[in-house]
């Protein structure tokens, strides 16, 4: 009896003792599960205002670097007073171009150019009759008429001079006094180079003329008006959409929009039989880098 007894408080204080120390080890882990995550939430709670400052700075900074970009576009002052020294700097690296190209530079775009216009000559009494006689632009050509397109890019630049004028944007103002820039220097070019070459207009050729003896045939006109290489259409139009495509390139349909329009102006010059193919790429590519490469060349 006695042995029983003592065998009991024995497996009694055993028990205890052991529920005891379960009891003790399931405190501690659970006073360092809660140190952990005491531990963690400090940490998050110290990272998540760094990660906010990180943030703000570079939000800011995407902000701001349009607004930079476009106030380092030009580096010239534009404005009203300063548009005909601007246009008259312009006048001059455009017709001094020869020169540059004495001294090696720009020899390959000017090959590619000339050669493609050469290419486009050859194919253009093959290719303008067919224009001639289709009549699958009929539609096309009334919401593209000579008249229109001239209107529409002269409402383009205009709208942006007074909307930036009355809300006090100087970036949309430069944008258009730029866009007028380019239109005048493309412009003397063209006059230029249309009484130089005395080019007839297709639908000044009888339909079944001679399509490939087009040059130094028109008559003498000052003004240009009555010839037809290049085309001043497509100057005018490719000068002012690279214009706008550049200053506000940050927004990607702009240059689509600008450049779309454009060509499809130029090709209208086409299907209305008022310039040959050559005509109208050469116009392209003499506003393109007219504007490019001399209005908007930082000085």
């Given amino acids: 009896m006695e042995l029983e007894r003592i065998r009991y408080f024995f497996e009694t204080a055993m028990w205890g003792r052991t529920d005891r120390t379960v009891k003790g080890r399931a405190l501690r882990e659970l006073r360092r599960w809660s140190l952990g995550c005491r531990i963690a939430c400090t940490g998050i709670a110290c990272a998540c205002p760094s990660a906010a400052a990180q943030d703000v700075p570079q939000t800011a900074a995407a902000e701001e670097t349009p607004q930079k970009s476009q106030a380092a576009e030009v580096d010239r002052e534009v404005s009203w007073r300063r548009l005909p020294r601007n246009f008259l700097q312009d006048q001059k690296d455009i017709w001094l171009f020869p020169v540059q190209l004495g001294k090696g530079r720009h020899w390959v775009p000017t090959i590619a150019v000339t050669g493609v216009t050469a290419g486009l000559i050859a194919a253009d009494a093959h290719d303008t009759p067919y224009f001639r006689r289709t009549q699958r632009f009929e539609g096309f050509n009334d919401v593209f008429s000579g008249r229109n397109t001239s209107l529409g890019m002269a409402i383009v630049p205009a709208a942006f001079l007074v909307v930036g004028h009355f809300r006090h944007d100087s970036y949309a103002e430069h944008t258009a006094l730029l866009a007028g820039e380019a239109y005048a220097d493309s412009a003397i070019v063209d ?92 116009g392209a590519a003499l506003g393109f880098t007219i504007s490019e490469f001399a209005v908007l060349r930082p000085r």
Avoid: C, E
């Avoid at 339909?207 to 010839?227: A, E, I, L, V, W």
């Avoid at 779309?260 to 790429?281: E, K, M, Y």
């Fill in 191 to 282: 006059i230029v180079m249309k009484v130089s070459t005395r080019r007839l207009r297709p639908s000044d050729i009888a339909p079944n003329g001679n399509f490939s003896d087009t040059f130094f045939s028109s008559h003498k006109d000052f003004s240009g008006t009555s010839t037809s290489f290049p085309s001043g259409h497509a100057a005018a139009a490719f000068s002012i959409a690279t214009v706008f495509a550049h200053r506000y390139r940050q927004h990607r349909w702009v240059p689509w929009v600008a450049y779309g329009v454009a060509g499809a102006i130029s090709f209208s010059r086409v299907t209305t039989q008022a310039h040959f193919p050559s005509d109208v790429f050469l």
